[in-house]
């Protein structure tokens, strides 16, 4: 099974995703001190439908600095966010982890298109379904209240979290 | 109290059925709710950006703070993020006074004085169990219930305002037991329905799903009951395209929890939006006899 075969590139390690991971990121602090117990692998209910979701060797990649092989493939984006992991870890170790390696995928230019979609309906919506007329009338049908759209304050928090810089990034790459 | 009411996103537009049965329900218990102009909680935006996220939760807490209410949210994916953003602003001094400065410009501060609630809690602690059982006119006798509590009201513990043990919750059971229904164990209760990846990775979801409605429907039960829209959404409004995908047949009605609680103490089935739940309740609705969904809206 060669192509299962996993060769870790030494000279391709980035100490730096180590420290983004385990100091700039105030919930992932945690993440070194995994112990590689697998109480999260077991618990996982993603790992027990697709094997290759494996969090407990993704940790130990993001612990060696295997940024490349992480942020550029799709396997972080399979985390169901479920949690379990984070309430069973005996080391707390897995508090922000899968969201913390996200946002360093994302910032290093590989924001999920999933994502990237949301975002763009957040900043114009507020919500993310657009509330429009129809809706609003079939709610009044129901006996349900109209709902008023404000993105307002959702694109100020846009501004101050570069929210808006990053879909302006993505998009003149695109061009 | 005061209760604000917190849809968040996809209630209001998809599950609707659960929202009308929500506020029939606090309605007919006299609960004081309003609502107020909240955004998305900030759930969505967490695996793209960390601060964004936290800083709509942390709006949706200072809103709910200028309007003395506490929040009532109806989804596991908001109570999860507000409570974790109640949690760490309530902890962290010196993050509450970054937050504030940052909301600020949106003309809100946060001090600490709103508790997040999740509807479930609210039925069970703050109405109470005996309220809800002095209501009960048409006891759910002999109806075996799947309780499923999804992931984010249990999940991570630390951040949330109850007493609830994730790996062993009792309110949603104790709430059908008010009811007289029974809540039946089964297999693969704690594992995730999924739906926080139906839009990444479809198959995966759906898989996922199937795996919980598989050991759900080893236990024969007459419907499931969950308190999270994306749960609904992946075992009612999905069921039938996983049905189709595997070559099963599961036929498991769908009630969210007020609309369990509603039937019981005599609401119609109109009241509690039951014309929109996807899998049919013909059969569960025969067995509680009560009036049947037949009627076209």
């Known amino acids: 099974m060669a192509e299962n075969k996993r060769v870790i590139d030494v000279d391709n390690l980035d100490q730096g995703l180590v420290k983004e991971l385990s100091e700039e990121r105030r919930e992932s602090r945690g993440f070194l001190t995994c112990i590689q117990c697998g109480t999260c692998v077991s618990s996982c209910p993603v790992t027990y439908i697709d094997p290759e979701f494996n969090p407990r060797r993704i940790v130990r990649m993001a612990s060696l600095g295997m940024r490349d092989e992480l942020v550029s493939k799709g396997v972080i984006w399979l985390c169901s966010t479920c949690n379990t992991c984070v309430e069973r870890c005996p080391q707390d170790a897995m508090k922000g982890f899968f969201s913390s390696i996200r946002n360093i995928a994302t910032q290093g230019g590989y924001l999920h298109p999933t994502f990237e979609k949301i975002l763009e309906i957040l900043e114009e919506h507020g919500r993310i379904y657009e509330i429009d007329e129809f809706l609003n009338l079939e709610r009044s049908e129901m006996g349900l209240p109209e709902i008023r759209e404000d993105a307002s304050d959702m694109k100020k928090i846009f501004e101050i979290a570069e929210v808006d810089e990053l879909l302006l990034e993505k998009r003149s790459r695109e061009i | ?297």
């Open chain 2, 1 to 297: 109290m005061r209760y604000a009411l917190f849809l968040g996103c996809t209630a209001p537009v998809r599950t609707r059925n659960y929202e009308l049965a929500t506020r029939k329900i606090l309605e007919s218990f006299s609960l004081d709710i309003i609502d107020l102009n909240f955004i998305c909680c900030g759930y969505p935006v967490e695996p793209a950006n960390e601060e964004a996220a936290f800083l709509m939760a942390a709006r949706n807490l200072a809103l709910a703070e200028k309007n003395g209410t506490d929040i009532l949210t109806i989804c596991n994916a908001c109570f999860g993020n507000l409570s974790k953003a109640n949690y760490l602003l309530k902890d962290d001094d010196s993050l509450r006074d970054s937050t504030n400065s940052k909301i600020g410009e949106l003309g809100l501060h946060f001090s600490g004085r709103v508790r997040v609630r999740h509807l479930i809690e609210v039925l069970r602690c703050d109405i109470g169990l005996e309220s809800i059982k002095n209501k009960v006119s048409h006891p759910l006798k002999g109806i075996r219930i799947a309780a499923y509590y999804g992931c984010h009201y249990l999940k991570p513990s630390i951040y949330m305002d109850h007493n609830e043990n994730p790996e062993n919750p009792i309110s949603l059971d104790s709430l059908i037991e008010v009811t007289k229904a029974e809540s039946i164990p089964f297999e693969g209760s704690r594992k995730c329905c999924g739906g926080a990846l139906l839009g990444i990775e479809q198959d995966l979801a759906l898989a996922m799903s199937k795996e919980v409605l598989e050991g759900i429907k080893k236990s024969t039960p007459d419907a499931i009951v969950t308190i999270c829209p994306f749960c609904g959404i992946m075992f009612d409004i999905c069921q039938g395209e996983i049905e189709e995908r595997y070559g099963r047949k599961y036929s498991i009605p769908v009630l969210y929890l007020p609309q369990m609680i509603g039937l019981s103490i005599g609401m119609d089935s109109k009241e509690l939006g039951l014309q929109m739940n996807r899998v049919s309740l013909d059969e569960f609705l025969a067995k509680i006899g009560s009036s049947t969904l037949g009627v076209p809206q």
